[in-house]
């Protein structure tokens, strides 16, 4: 496989094992999730369940969760291996930083067993000290993907804590839906002011496996084919999270074409935009 390929694209970011979390149910729903993401030529893929990064300071309680989430991610990595031969299936986990000293030793815990760990904050907030914990983890070893920042309440007023959390050694992953309007007006308005500041590393479908949510995967593509972003896209959809399964640090991906149209250029001349 060649990730140069666009109809080799690669997801970091869904909830596919079945039974473990809010996302497949069983392995109907996984199978199901799998062919319709293969559909969009996605032909990699990392799932990841939630985990709570607290259990790290439980040793046997961790050993649990994650002994659960094996059980089932090999049945359904077994049963997608011989209906998608073409797709590899791999897993890892989307850690909530619910305490500020998560560690990430278990391989388990990371995308496929890289350096790269998925994390994010509990219930969409924002805790104080999220600089720190970011620069707690690179110190550790591990490289942070911070999950759809742009869902964070209050992030669109403080856009700036997104450059920090990237010169502390964050990588940012935006979702599909939010450039297509899923998750509300204010989230779609900061995944496109993160794009246009160059600042978004990947785009994931965070598809939670149920038949009756949509993947957004096509709406973002067209979406930002129509700025003229097309080379921004091959990286942050397949060259970016392609590198991933081989622990390779994300090509820089360029800003998106700024704002056009009337109210635009209003804003600019006005100096309220902050592209
Ligand atoms: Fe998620």
């Not at 305490?99 to 890289?114: N, S």
């Amino acid at each position: 496989m060649n990730d140069s390929d666009p109809a080799s694209l690669a997801d970091i970011h869904s909830h596919l094992v079945p039974g473990v979390d809010d996302g497949s149910r069983d392995l109907d729903d996984t199978l199901t999730s799998v062919e319709r993401l293969s559909r969009f030529g996605i032909r990699k893929i990392i799932t990841t369940p939630h985990l709570d990064g607290s259990l790290t300071h439980s040793p046997e309680a961790l050993e649990a969760r994650l002994s659960e989430v094996d059980r089932a991610f090999d049945a359904a990595a077994e049963a997608v291996g011989l209906r998608f031969p073409e797709i590899e299936f791999r897993r890892g986990h989307e850690v909530m930083l619910d305490v500020p000293d998560v560690t990430f030793d278990d391989p388990r815990m990371r995308l496929a067993g890289t350096s790269f760990v998925l994390v994010e904050w509990p219930r969409l907030h924002l805790p104080p000290g999220t600089i720190q914990v970011i620069r707690r983890i690179v110190a550790g070893g591990f490289r942070p993907i911070i999950a759809h920042p742009e869902r964070y309440i209050g992030i669109d007023k403080e856009l700036d804590l997104a450059v920090q959390w990237r010169a502390a050694g964050a990588f940012l992953q935006v979702n599909y839906g939010s450039l297509d309007g899923r998750y509300g007006a204010d989230a779609k308005s900061t995944a496109m002011r993160l794009l246009r500041r160059g600042w978004v590393d990947y785009l994931a479908s965070d598809f939670h496996g149920r038949p009756d949510r949509k993947i957004y995967e096509s709406e973002a593509r067209e979406l930002l084919h129509d700025l003229g972003a097309g080379e921004a896209l091959g990286h942050l959809a397949l060259t970016n999270p392609a590198r991933v399964f081989r622990d390779e640090l994300p090509l820089p991906v360029a800003p998106l074409p700024p704002e056009q149209g009337f109210w635009a250029k209003v804003k600019s001349m006005l100096g309220t935009d902050d592209l």
